[in-house]
């Protein structure tokens, strides 16, 4: 089953902060996000894997929660680079290889001036 | 590091022929490889994963025999679309994985928007 993300899309104002939220009803190993531009491939932003620890990346950072199997990605003082689509993929098994990820519903974010 | 190109960015084909489509890991050897589907303002479903030098595996779904994936090298996978129809038009992606990539990140191509006439 596909993750379930929030809000469904969200505009801002340059400066602004916004959190994106992904809700998985399996267990996870860990939570992939990216960031997509309209016609472009997803770009990989971080990484989050079972333990509950938070990463962050300059203003975009990510926290992961495994026993509510959720995730969330922290934007502050968001710039005009930071519109897209925003996905999570999640990963619910550790095969030794690489393994599979399911994409969440998606959160179209949009940063105006 | 990390680059991975797809070729071609863009095809028309018409209704009926096949489509072959290049995944290239660029910088480094992809000992995985994932194809996936995505409509217009639509999620990335995965297709299929490719292992090198071994049979894909096929998500549920989809049709093995009309979507031929080969992954015959460390850096280079096809997608083979065969006797497209029209419903087959969608922006197909792949990426690329390798044990070398802390925790298995994947890196995904540009994208090809294949549209069947």
């Known amino acids: 089953q596909q993750p379930v993300q929030s809000p469904q899309a969200v505009i801002l104002r340059e400066g602004e902060d916004a959190v994106i939220n992904c809700s998985s009803s399996k267990a996870l190993y860990s939570v992939h996000w990216y960031r997509q531009k309209h016609g472009e491939a997803p770009v990989f932003l971080m990484i989050?894997?079972?333990?509950?620890e938070q990463k962050g990346h300059e203003k975009i950072s990510a926290s992961f929660n495994e026993k509510k199997q959720q995730s969330s990605l922290y934007l502050t003082a968001s710039q005009l680079s930071y519109s897209g689509t925003y996905f999570c993929g999640t990963e619910i098994e550790l095969s030794g290889t690489a393994s599979k990820l399911t994409f969440g519903t998606g959160t179209r974010l949009q940063v105006t001036l | 590091g990390a680059v991975v190109s797809q070729h071609p960015s863009r095809v028309i084909c018409k209704s009926g022929t096949s489509v072959k489509i290049e995944c290239r890991s660029l910088d480094f050897q992809a000992t995985t490889m994932f194809w996936y589907r995505q409509f217009p303002k639509q999620s990335l479903m995965l297709m299929a994963t490719s292992n090198e030098g071994s049979k894909a595996t096929y998500e549920q779904g989809v049709e093995k025999d009309k979507f031929l994936i080969n992954h015959a090298s460390l850096t280079l996978s096809t997608l083979t679309v065969t006797s497209a129809h029209p419903e087959d038009s969608s922006f197909y992606i792949c990426?690329?994985?390798?044990?070398?990539?802390?925790?298995?990140?994947?890196?995904f191509g540009p994208g090809t928007r294949l549209t069947v006439t």
């Open positions: 989050l894997l079972k333990g509950g």
């Open positions: 990426s690329a994985s390798t044990p070398s990539f802390s925790s298995y990140e994947q890196y």
